[in-house]
């Protein structure tokens, strides 16, 4: 028996061993890939030393003796702490993905071949103005400097990814940093997925009741529109959905995560310092790296310090000396989809305003990892891309017979918004940066700007006609042949919506509808927010003046509006009613969340058990009122719309109904499904959560998941590359922590502000900003979350653009020399 137990202790003592080895030598060869910010490196494509100084928080300060090499500076930054995240999302907008991850991503793929978003950004490099061409080009170059390091340096493959998913990375193209604008562009919209939404929704119920659940902003009317069944006859009443749930690599976010953000401005009147300022955080999915890269580069026109996307050679929020610029998803109805009908009679047409025309058509080719090629027909009619059925339950609303296109604002071949973009950056004053968004295209954006005497906001982005006889005004499927569907080109730029120097001196916006043109001159029937802007309004308007701090008050504030507003429905007639319950009932344990809540003051703190109990309570009360109304379509509303349960319980135009469920003999009452709702959560709350209802936290629900996009659910690694932060706010908190609303953690924070700033201009250098996690998109760096907690925390690092502060408390300085 001894040498049993000898042979045993020798074969543990070897699978540790090797166990250890082997973590050894992966941790040896990951880490080769971390850059060395202290070095002197020579390279080609520069007319002068680059010098980027990376301060204590690791943002680069580039200083060059010419804006090209100012670019470069910032595309060799980029791809030495990004560059496993610019070529996934250059992939994904190729289309590319199955080559590394196999059929997985195969829909995801063919759904970026059929937008052709790549090649259209290919052809639009020409629509460029000479100076974004030169910094395109120089920022391609210095990425593909830093490919050559690696290449030749021994550094690790670039990033620890490439270990995993090996596969050789093509130098950068001008095309590249287009395709990712053009993706953002995919990633911000909703309007595809609402039309679908709107057609399948009323085709279970009543155009009274379909404006109900999707409601319309309650501060504008619009005329009644046809029903979709009489709009599109021979579509089923119900189709299942065959839309699977979405790959995290999927560009395209479910409809209740599209873009969101804040932004606003103070001018001298209404500033404590007698200057402007800016505050402004976009709202993008939380990942680990965040979407956002904290920079500096010191141009021509001055120094400009903020927020890029790695990939692009531009600051898209942040300031220079004179100027700071925020933006906000503008939500412009950008997208429409058109039924085209095929010719019966040959399949390679289909019906035009004069008759049969022919589908453009071509081949593309997917290589898929580990399984055969596949080949993709992509057609176009003269609308749009066609797309399958299969994608974005666009089966479920089609018509046999038919296919449907797909027209969006973002499919140009002649797109010059990245040269709109960099044109910004160069501006010193309010007048020149809204003329300088003329030529931008999308994202459709609100361009909130503050100089030292102005503030104003304005639209960028084509606003599609629409002719005034459209059949669905663009909220519905409708038919392409007709022209009245057609889109008639896009309106001017002087129209789109602009305020400047408003006379209560404060402007700003949180997604929510800024102007109230009918149509077809409006800008959108479905905005992003109706709930934030009030509490945006009581903030702004509770100070006569404001200063930077109170600007960063209003950006970390948690206080739920809605909570506020929605309680006082939802539990009317429950309050302190009832008797006396003995411990342990479930009477007793509403009675207790009941006086929680009666004293709460809506704020979503993390360590508060109230934000627990009201979001619990409002996501089963919402499912009870339309589970039996719309079937299986009801798993599509993830997230309760606080208008929509507002008009229930004020039975504006008979809502009331909603609460009567159908399939029970007694009629039920909206304070019956409240009461029983309120009990469904406690119990749901004490199976997840624990008995002691006021004891539990809503941060332990409400967890912000920056998650790896690839890695993130691998056993293990999930573990290093995952990161996790107890988060205060919600659904519709000025600091928006959007919650996921499906899975079995459906309150976890999963969209938020991954960027936030402040502008001062009576101080500039005392302006701050932040991102969500850290500069490094490499694991096993100590920046990879260096910012993360800050972010948690509401605090702030300095934005300055002095460079002996940069230098004071340097991490590194990197100096790029010319080729001699």
Not at 136 to 157: D, F
Not at 595 to 612: A, K, V
Not at 673 to 686: E, F, G, K, P, V
Not at 789 to 808: N, T, V
Request: net charge negative.
């Amino acid at each position: 028996m001894a040498w049993i137990f000898r042979w045993l202790v020798r074969l543990a003592s070897g699978l540790i061993f090797l166990t250890v080895a082997a973590l050894v030598l992966a941790y040896y060869f990951a880490s080769r890939s971390l850059p060395d910010y202290n070095a002197t490196s020579t390279v080609a494509g520069i007319s002068a030393p680059v010098e980027i100084v990376r301060d204590n928080a690791n943002v680069p300060h580039i200083f060059g003796s010419s804006d090209a090499d100012a670019y470069f500076g910032l595309g060799y930054a980029h791809a030495q702490d990004r560059l496993w995240q610019m070529t996934m999302l250059r992939r994904t907008a190729q289309g590319r993905l199955s080559e590394l991850f196999g059929e997985r991503t195969l829909p995801i793929d063919e759904v970026l071949r059929r937008f052709d978003l790549y090649n259209l950004s290919v052809a639009s490099v020409a629509a460029q103005d000479d100076r974004t061409k030169a910094a395109l080009q120089a920022y391609s170059a210095g990425v593909n400097a830093w490919l050559e390091e690696v290449n030749t340096g021994a550094r690790g493959r670039g990033a620890p990814e490439m270990w995993l998913f090996s596969h050789p990375v093509a130098p950068w193209q001008p095309a590249d940093s287009i395709a990712i604008l053009k993706l953002m562009a995919l990633q911000l919209t909703s309007h595809l997925e609402n039309e679908v939404l709107r057609a399948r929704t009323s085709l279970l119920i009543d155009n009274d009741r379909l404006r109900d659940i999707l409601p319309d902003d309650p501060s504008q009317g619009i005329a009644a529109l046809p029903e979709y069944a009489q709009l599109v006859p021979g579509v089923p009443q119900f189709t299942p959905s065959t839309y699977a749930a979405r790959d995290p690599l999927f560009p395209v976010k479910p409809r209740a995560l599209a873009g969101a953000s804040n932004a606003w401005a103070a001018n001298a009147t209404r500033s404590a310092t007698g200057a402007t300022l800016l505050a402004n955080d976009p709202h993008l999915e939380l990942t680990a790296p965040s979407i956002w890269y904290l920079a500096r580069m010191e141009l021509s026109s001055g120094g400009v310090i903020g927020g890029t996307i790695p990939g692009m050679p531009v600051i898209l929020t942040g300031r220079s000396a004179n100027l700071g610029w925020g933006i906000t998803t503008a939500y412009v109805d950008d997208q429409d989809i058109l039924i085209e009908e095929i010719n019966p009679d040959n399949p390679n047409e289909y019906r035009g305003p004069d008759g049969w025309e022919p589908f453009r058509k071509r081949d593309s080719i997917v290589n898929v990892k580990d399984a055969p090629a596949v080949t993709l027909r992509l057609r176009w009619t003269a609308n749009g891309p066609v797309m399958p059925r299969t994608q974005f339950d666009l089966g479920t609303i089609t018509p046999p017979g038919h296919v449907t296109a797909i027209a969006w604002s973002a499919l140009s071949d002649r797109d010059p918004s990245m040269s709109a973009a960099i044109a910004v950056m160069y501006t010193h004053n309010v007048e020149d940066a809204i003329a300088a968004g003329e030529n931008y295209i999308a994202p459709a954006q609100n361009l909130v700007l503050a100089d030292r005497n102005r503030i104003a906001m304005k639209t960028i982005g084509a606003l599609p006609a629409r002719s005034a006889d459209h059949q669905s005004q663009g909220r519905y499927p409708a038919f392409g042949y007709l022209r009245e569907n057609r889109w008639q080109g896009r309106f001017p730029y002087s129209d789109n919506p602009e305020f400047t120097d408003p006379d209560g001196g404060i402007i700003g916006n949180t997604n929510n509808k800024t102007t109230d043109r009918p149509f077809p001159h409006h800008v959108s029937f479905t905005w992003g927010d109706t709930q934030r802007i009030n509490r945006w309004r009581r903030l702004m308007q509770a100070r006569g003046v404001h200063t930077r701090d109170s600007f960063i008050e209003a950006q970390l504030d948690t206080v739920s509006f809605t909570a506020r507003s929605l309680l006082t429905l939802m539990g009317a007639d429950l309050w302190y009613t009832g008797d006396a319950a003995p411990i342990g009932t479930p009477e007793r344990k509403r009675q207790v969340a009941l006086e929680l809540l009666s004293n709460w003051n809506g704020e979503m703190n993390e360590h508060l058990p109230e934000p627990l109990i009201y979001a619990t309570w409002l996501r089963i009360f919402h499912d009870r009122l339309i589970r039996d109304e719309l079937g299986p379509l009801a798993r599509e509303f993830t997230h309760a719309d606080p208008v929509f349960i507002e008009r229930v319980f004020r039975d504006i135009n008979g809502a009331s109904i909603w609460c009567d469920v159908i399939q029970s003999a007694p009629l039920e009452t909206c304070t019956d499904i409240a009461r029983q709702s309120l009990d469904a959560a406690i119990l749901w709350i004490n199976e997840h959560h624990g008995e002691a209802i006021e004891a539990v936290r809503w941060g332990d629900a409400h967890q912000a998941t920056h998650d790896h996009p690839v890695l993130g659910e691998t056993p293990m690694l999930k573990w290093v590359v995952n990161i996790r932060q107890s988060t205060s706010g919600g659904d519709h908190t000025m600091q928006r922590a959007r919650t996921s609303g499906t899975g079995l953690n459906p309150f976890e924070n999963v969209h938020a502000a991954g960027y936030r700033g402040v502008y001062d201009f009576a101080d500039p250098e005392s302006s701050v900003f932040i991102s969500a996690t850290g500069q490094s998109g490499h694991p096993l760096s100590r920046y990879y979350d260096n910012l993360g907690e800050l972010w948690r925390r509401g605090e702030y690092i300095p934005m300055s653009l002095d460079p002996d502060l940069a230098r004071a408390a340097a991490v590194g300085v990197t100096v790029l020399r010319p080729e001699e």
